[in-house]
Nanobody, 126 residues
Framework: QVQLVEPGGGSGQAGGSLRPPCAAS????????MGWFRQAPGKEREGVAA???????NYADSVKGRFTISQDNAKNTLYLQMNSLKPEDTAMYYC????????????????????WGQGTQVTVSS
């Protein structure tokens, strides 16, 4: 079974930084897509950032210039570097994966991903 684990997001202040990890049990596929999604209370789950096996990335407009997605293949770990945090970044964050597939643009749609972590809370105070 493919497993994705987000050990913890944590909390921070506006203007600060966080770097939650996501540990993946599968990083041996030649083609894959990994993404971070978030869902705030009363909101739909939205794509934040995604990366493919070739290092191509895609970001939501709301986080461009502030967040950076990266991967450490040796550790089978995905990271989301979150800088210049805003209170509106507060949400439950989920990492997700798609193994195989073929996309011209790294997908940010939740409907394209079929493996999900349990989620981790990120809270940003003013």
């Amino acid at each position: 079974q493919v497993q994705l684990v987000e050990p913890g997001g944590g909390s921070g202040q506006a203007g600060g930084s966080l770097r939650p990890p996501c540990a993946a049990s599968e990083y041996t596929y030649s083609t894959y897509y990994m993404g971070w999604f978030r869902q705030a209370p009363g909101k739909e789950r939205e794509g934040v950032a995604a990366i493919d096996s070739d290092g191509n990335t895609n970001y939501a407009d709301s986080v461009k210039g502030r967040f950076t997605i990266s991967q450490d293949n040796a550790k089978n770990t995905l990271y989301l570097q979150m800088n210049s945090l805003k209170p509106e970044d507060t949400a439950m964050y989920y990492c997700a994966a798609l193994y195989g597939g073929s996309y011209y643009v790294v997908p940010l749609s939740k409907y394209e991903y079929n493996y999900w972590g349990q989620g981790t809370q990120v809270t940003v105070s003013s």
